[in-house]
Structure formats: C-alpha cells, structure tokens
C-alpha cells in the first residue's frame, strides 16, 4: 500500500488544482533507433526524443537551442547560426549522419555550419548515440540525428479538418523577430496537406561579457507536405527550402576574420515517398523514398582583407540525389517470442562544385561520390532462457557499403566496408533493463578531404617574392575512418512510482570505442630565416596541409539521463562525460567536450494552464591538447514561462516568455574562438485556430 504521506505534501501546496485533468505519462518511443517504432528506454543504446513541446518551451532560433543539454551532444563554431557543427561523443563532420524526415543532409564545409534549418518548422528531433553504420552506413561514428517536420495531424484533433497557426518570436541578444504562418487541411478522408512560411530577421550577437559578434541575418524558411492514404497505401511529397543572407566574416565560425563577405545560402530538399502497411500483413511493411537536395552558398567579397580581391565571387554548391528502400516482415517463434526483420538498401550520390573569379575554389573541389548500401536487421524478443524472469530483446543486424569518389584533380578513391552490429536488452521485470552492444562503425572520407587543392593561408615575409604560402594537396589515398565500439548500461522506469499516473526514470551507460585510420588535417609549414627580409627567398616558406589518416585512437565516456514527471512538476538530470587519445602518440584527440551536467526543473500549474521552468548546465574546466584549446568551467541558468490556455475562447493559445543565460556568464566552448550568447530576452506568441 502506498504512503499517504508521498500524496498528502504535494496536494497542501497544491490545494485548489484537484479539478485539473488527469494525465498519463509515458516514455518516448523512438523510430530512428531501429527504423521501427520502439520504447526509448527498451532500446539497447543511447537515445534522446524531443518533442514538439520541448521544442516549443525552449523558444529556439537553431538546432544549437534545441539539443544543448542532450548528454555527449554539443555545437562547436561560435554562436552564429551559419558557423554550428554538431559534434557527438567527440565526432563531427561527416562522422555525424544528419537526417531531415529521412532524407540525408550531407553539406560540409571547412568554416561554415552542418545545416540550415528553421526550427519552427520541426514537430520532434531524435539524437541516437554510437555506432549507426550497421542501418545508415558511411558516417555512423558519433551517431544519428533525425529531424522531423510538422504534419497537418499534429494541429488538427478529431473532426476538425482545417485551421491556421499563426506566430511570431523574438529575441533582444541579436534583436530577432520571426513570424510565420502555418496553413492545413485534410479537404477529404486520406489527404493531409501543410504549409509553412518563417522569416527571420536579426543582427549582431550580444556576447557574454560583451562584446558584440558581427553578424546580420535575414531568412525565409519554408515547407510544404502532402499526402494520401487510400486502405493499406500511402504516398507523399514534401519540400523544404532555407534562404538566408548574411553579412559577416569569410568564416562564420568563432570570432572569424577581417574578411567581410555578403553570404547567400540556400538549402532545399524536395522528396516523394511510397508505404504500405496492411494490418494483419505480416510479410508486407515497406516504406520507400526518393529525394533530391542541394546546398549553395555563394559569397561576395566586401573587402580585400582575405586571400582574394574585393567583388570577388565565391561559390559552393553540393547536390544529392538519393533513394532508400526497406521493408519489415514479422513472423513467432513459438507462442510467447516473435521477431522482426528489417531489410532494405540506400543509394545516393553527391555532386560538389566549387567557383572563384580565378577559377575553382580554394578547398571546394569539383568531385563527386556515389554510394550503395543494403542492410539486414532483426529484433527477436523472446523469453528469458534457464528459469530467469523477463525477456530478452536481441537486436543483430549487418550492413555491406560500395562507395566511390572521383575527380579531375587526382585518382579516385574507391573502397567497401561490411558493418556488423549486435545489441541486447534484458528486462526481468517491466522497469527495470540491462543492454549491451558491440558495432563497427565507419566514414568514408569526404570530398573535401580527399581532392582539396589551392592556398590554405599566406604568410607574409618582407621578401621580394613574398608571401609564403602554404596548399592543400590532394589525397586520394586516404581510407575510411572505421570504429569497433562497445557499450553496456542499465535503466528502470516506473509507473505510479510516488503518484497517480506519474513516470520516474533512469537510464546510463558507460561506451568504449577503438578507431583507425582517422582523417587528420597535417599541416607542415617550415619557418627559416631565410625566407625573410628583403634579401630573403619566400620559396623556403612555403608548406602544405593534407588530410592523413592516424593510425589508431581510443574513445569512452559516460551517458546518464534521468527523471521524473507528474501532473504538477518535471525534474530531468543529464550528465556527458568523453576522453579521447592517440593510443600512439598519448595525445588527446577527437573533438573531446568537458564534462556537462544539465538539470531542469518545471512547475506545471494545471489551474492557471501554465509551466513554468529552470534550466541549468554546467560544465567543467577542460584542458585539450594545445593550450588554446584549454577552457574555464562554467555555469548558464534559463528560465522560462509558457501559458497555454483552455478556455474556450481563448483555446489554441500560447504565450512565453524566457531569459537565457540570466547571470549573463562569459564563457566559449572547446574549439571556439568566441564567446557564447550573453544574457538574452525571449518571447513567443502563437495562436491556432482549426474547424
């Protein structure tokens, strides 16, 4: 029997709300994990679902506000939103598989960021951490992450079968307004149809402890989806569009240059998709997609303070056609187990070409590479064996990758790789689990890496042939980045733990991963007297940056997440901690974060239809493996109020208001030459209205 007690507290303080409604609360369910819907907590791995509530509460402008207090997740290149690359467990680049509703989102660039996405156009994110090659193929080291945009059944309840939502935000750090408009409609029984239009508008960014980051933005966003379901079969088509302008160094990351540049981007990714999911068809479950994405971002000089005159033109474009496959049959073993497997393959080929007044850009090659992949995987769930309680799910799974590169400026790189992948958990009772998986994981090396070409930097010398300079030089020969990874850890989850309807979980664990042949940059630059003065030859100077592979590096580190929920409050506690070494040299290496503790506290008041929040992440000191890479630790608390009201006529209203880094803290992270956002205002008001 309960203690009345645990009731009795919380209902004194609370006096007056007993007339709120009742709420379950249940656990995440997480799709990317497995390509198939399952418990978060049952999986056996490390995974984070955010959902369009949390997204809403944190009033974010990037992807960098939604996933900054996920466990081994973290944004490096300053706090412009053109300059953020996500790193997990100290893996960035192409080392990270970024998803938009399945589709892949393969841009990368030396100095600019990962992505463009507006994040008002989002209805959940998932973060799944570790060795992902076994069902996503090239790139799986860190791990996944998968964006999901909104559909029309995420704003319309039963009966109704049209609406509008309307909204704006804003923020004083860089004085940011964005409006926008969501439309929807299911005219007739099968067809859902969205559409959504975002503007941005925003300046220079207020840093903590000052001063001001030059920057100057101005972005429409837009998405467009519409599909038909008629029985078992459903298609759709979808389109996304990122236009951005703006106005700031060559590099958009950390503090950045003198070189000014007007910086147009664009990213667009148009998709059409086949399912079929017949109820009681076990043999027959198969979603298929085709899609096309292109990135451009062209650059106009300002000033002659780079490597190139003012008025010049500077170009990058990366197209990516592709097209995935993979279907699910479903068959007992026996009475009480029963398994599902997974199959299917991918294609996708990216073509990048990059333009300058002079000609091809410097570090942007004109190449192309094309993969092929085909995977299998089955979860068994089946009884516990020899008389133990609970039930085991085993999760095996295999994937084979062709890949080639090619291109004018050297020999192509061509190369194969089998990724095998074993997960298993244990659950003896319903809230208690225990997991445990081994994977190989790998990331075939990116077109920049293998044929960049032309000046990296100059140094000037005071000689009559001066500067020095220091080219890339193309290597074809590099071989893919490969990982055995191994983690275990444990949960539980309770149901009506200490109130009616509430949810208290756990969930840890600790992950070791062993590398070869990992891409490094090699910069070798000779300094001699020789190469100064005005009797000096610049000649001596001259060096070169090459990409090479180090032989073998070591990763572990630790993942917890916890917490609990009931009607009248949410606590969640997450802590990351990631060390990495040249296993040959003892050096650090990766792009290796300090530990991070972040906490949130949420007090619901279900009388007055409102929550009001506490967020807090603190970070340790951390020392890297050159002294400017060392960091102080630090402190940031949020707060944030949002007032959801369920009158009736007020009904499908939301206000919030938030203040990001209230003590205005001075801090940067690890391999950022900038501050971070300083004390920062926030609102959002938005409003729907569906017949």
Known sequence: MRNTWLYAIPMLLLAGTAGAQTVTYTGPVTVTATKNPMSAFEFPGSVTVVDQAEIEDKMPSSADDILNDVPNVTFAGGPRRTGEVPIIRGFSGNDVIVLLDGTRQNYISGHDGRFYLDPALLNQVEVVRGAQSALYGSGGLGGVIEFRTKDASDFLAPGQTAGFNIFTGYQSANDEWAPGITLFATPMAGLDLVGSFVYRNSGDIDLGGGPDLEADDEILSGLFKASYTLDASRVEFGWTRYDGSATEPNNAQGLGGADFVDKDLMAETWSAAYSYHEIGNDWVDLNAKV???????????????????????????????????????????????????????EFYRDKQEGTSDAGERVGVPNAESRYFGAFLQAEFNVEAPLGLPGEFLVIPGLRYDNFKSTSDLAADNQDDQISPKIAVSYLPTEWLMFYGSYGHAFSAPNLNDLYATGVHFTIPTGSPNSPAINSFQPNPDLTPQKTKTFEFGMGVEFEDALWLDDRLWAKGGYFRTKADDLISRDVVQPVVGGCFGPFGNARLCDGTTTFANINKAELHGIEVEAGYENEYFLVEIAYGHIDGENTETGEPIGDLQPDQVTFHLAGKLPRLDSVVGWRVTAADDFTGAEPEEDRDGYIVNDLYAMWRPQQEILRGLTLGVGVDNVLDEEYSRVFTGANEVGRNYKAWVSYTLAW
């Not at 292109?294 to 170009?315: F, N, P, S, V």
């Not at 993979?326 to 009480?336: C, H, I, K, S």
């Open 291 to 345: 899609y096309y994405t292109r990135y451009k971002a062209d650059e106009q000089r300002l000033d002659d303070l780079g490597e190139g005159d003012a008025g010049e033109l500077l170009t990058r474009d990366l197209d990516t056609i592709g097209f995935t496959l993979d279907n699910r049959t479903r068959f007992a073993l026996g009475e009480t187990s029963n398994v599902v497997l997974t199959y299917g393959g």
